[in-house]
């Protein structure tokens, strides 16, 4: 943002930096003036002249190398401009003394010092016009002598020749003022060019460092996305090449091995995708922090004993007011990286009261991290020690995804390590009330519900998607009909009315989505027909536009027991717990 003091500073470097050339310029021009006085008054008075103003030049030499801003370090203030005044006021009482020194009674005597005082005030214009008042002070003991001197000439011609200086004066003023308003402006574009340049290059760094960013992404996520695959791949050709079933069975164990590594990842780039759209919401409630910490180590008893690491948790019954499925999901992820990187030790969760907050900090003795690389793991797929890309050393997408939930929940994170001492991350939670707490309902067990003579019409541009969810409706003793686009569908839209439950896809071809065809549907039938968007979507905008929608958001991949699940509770107009 350009400031007026922006502004002001350079004015006064500049006429810091002009003023010299000028004072260089009046030592000249006494020397041709004095042989001029020299014709009409004495040699002793004009060598007096001459001495002093040399003296006074000098005396303002030194003023400006030593004294004045911006030289030798001195800051520029509001009043610097009047210490520029002053000199200039001396500058122009020097010249003006000519007047009383030499004292002109005619016409004949007056013009040569009238011409000379007109050009000193001529040239001040392009020299002390950036200070406007500099300019001022310069010609105003000028003016005053000016008119003094007609006290000694004759008076018939002192009027007009008063009149004249007059309107000389005002239209140098006139002038100054002009070349100060056009200099101000050109500083001042000059001023928001520099910040516009300055804007354009942050801008370009930030651009260029996401796109670095995007692709480390895409390289990481890609690495990640592609391990799994092969590993199908390869198992997959060695079920399809053997006639054992010994050797089958052992392999699916495997296969689901790997099947489980992809939904891990895709969930938690969709984990990722929701936070940046902005349509995950916080709950606040009043929870004992200390039940969820307990809940969370359970699922690493195992790893914890192999790694022969202990687990303290210190809370004291801390309640704390936030949401109760956010919190969970950092503590997994903090508590999982300070089991995964601590070798030898062990790892402490503990709570402490803060005023109106409630510190909750996790410790470990792990292998730590370096200072300048602190920022840097809170970036997705970053991992410090893990350049081989390990999946049994996590995805690198645990601590981006704290961060974001932490935003959401308008708590601090802040992060200590020091390498090979361990680490620490604490989180400041505000202080909750237990007579507030709400009671806990244990959702009723998930069941392998019926689904047999269900109509169910599957939409999805993906012939793979399309044929392999068919064949397990049709497994399930559903009644199945498909369409890859929303022309399939219109065409054949005497089943899609009577259809019992449909299945789209978000995205699909031609001028409508999902969203759009399903109520389309609808308003044909006359009727709301259950209905699920399966979609493999994870951009923030169309998970923000399915999540304004209606209808049940499912996304790719997903278990067939959480399809089934979800079918039935539609159908039955229940909630997910």
Not at 43 to 56: D, G
Not at 447 to 474: C, F, H, N, P, Y
Not at 543 to 571: D, G, N, V
Request: with cysteine; glycine share 4%.
């Amino acid at each position: 943002m350009v400031t007026s003091n922006n502004i002001y500073n350079d004015q006064i470097r500049l006429l810091s930096k002009y003023i010299p050339r000028g004072m260089l310029l009046n030592s000249v021009v006494p020397i041709p003036f004095a042989f001029l006085m020299l014709l009409q008054s004495s040699r002793t008075v004009v060598v007096a002249w001459l001495v002093f103003f040399y003296v006074v030049i000098f005396f303002r030499a030194l003023l400006h190398r030593y004294l004045i801003p911006p030289v030798r370090n001195k800051p520029i203030t509001p009043n610097t401009r009047y210490l520029y005044a002053l000199s200039s006021a001396i500058a122009g009482a020097v010249w003006g003394s000519t007047i009383l020194v030499f004292k002109p009674t005619s016409l004949g005597e007056f013009l040569p010092i009238a011409l000379t005082l007109a050009s000193v005030m001529a040239g001040g214009i392009s020299v002390l016009s950036y200070v406007w008042v500099s300019y001022i002070a310069f010609i105003l003991p000028m003016t005053v002598l000016f008119f003094i001197s007609f006290f000694f000439i004759d008076h018939q011609i002192a009027v007009p020749i008063g009149f004249m200086v007059l309107i000389y004066v005002i239209a140098c003023l006139y002038f100054s003022r002009s070349f100060s308003k056009v200099l101000t402006e050109n500083l001042r574009l000059r001023h928001e060019n520099d910040v516009l340049l300055n804007d354009l290059r942050i801008k370009k760094e930030i651009a260029e460092q996401a796109n670095r960013s995007k692709s480390q992404f895409l390289a990481a996520a890609s690495h990640d996305l592609r391990q799994p695959l092969h590993a199908l791949s390869m198992l997959f050709e060695a079920v399809k090449e053997t006639n054992s079933n010994d050797i089958r069975i052992s392999l699916y164990p495997k296969i689901e091995t790997s099947i489980h590594a992809l939904s891990n990842l895709f969930n938690s780039l969709l984990d990722i995708s929701k936070l940046d759209a902005g349509v995950v919401e916080a709950k606040a409630e009043n929870i004992e922090i200390k039940k969820i910490i307990l809940s969370n180590l359970n699922q690493y008893e195992t790893e914890t004993k192999k790694k022969n690491l202990s687990i303290r948790v210190h809370c004291n019954g801390a309640i704390v007011y936030t949401d109760h499925v956010f919190i969970e999901r950092i503590l997994r992820n903090l508590i999982s990286n300070a089991i995964r990187y601590t070798e030898t030790g062990g790892i402490l969760v503990s709570c402490r009261n803060r005023g109106n907050f409630v510190l909750l900090q996790v410790w470990d003795t792990g292998i730590g991290i370096a200072e300048n690389e602190i920022e840097n793991v809170y970036a997705e797929f970053y991992q410090l020690h893990n350049p081989q890309r390990d999946r049994q050393q996590g995805l690198g997408l645990g601590l981006s995804i704290v961060r974001r939930l932490c935003d959401l929940l308008d708590c601090s994170l802040e992060l200590r390590s020091k390498p090979g001492s361990g680490t620490v991350v604490s989180i400041l939670l505000p202080k909750g009330d237990a007579r507030n707490i709400q009671k806990t309902v244990e959702p009723e067990p998930l069941k392998q519900w019926q689904l047999a003579g269900l109509r169910v019409l599957i939409i999805d541009d993906d012939l793979e998607v399309l044929t392999a969810t068919s064949i397990l409706l049709k497994k399930w003793g559903c009644v199945v009909m498909t369409a890859k686009t929303s022309d399939e569908v219109l065409e054949n839209i005497d089943f899609s009315e009577q259809a019992d439950f449909i299945l789209s896809d978000l995205r699909l071809p031609g001028e409508l989505n999902g969203i759009e065809l399903l109520d389309l549907i609808r308003a044909r039938a006359g009727k709301d027909i259950p209905a699920i968007i399966i979609t493999g979507d994870t951009g923030p905008e169309r998970i923000l536009l399915s999540q304004k929608s209606s209808y049940k958001i499912l996304h790719k991949p997903l278990k067939p027991a959480q399809l089934r699940t979800t079918i039935h509770i539609a159908l039955t107009n229940k909630t997910v717990s």
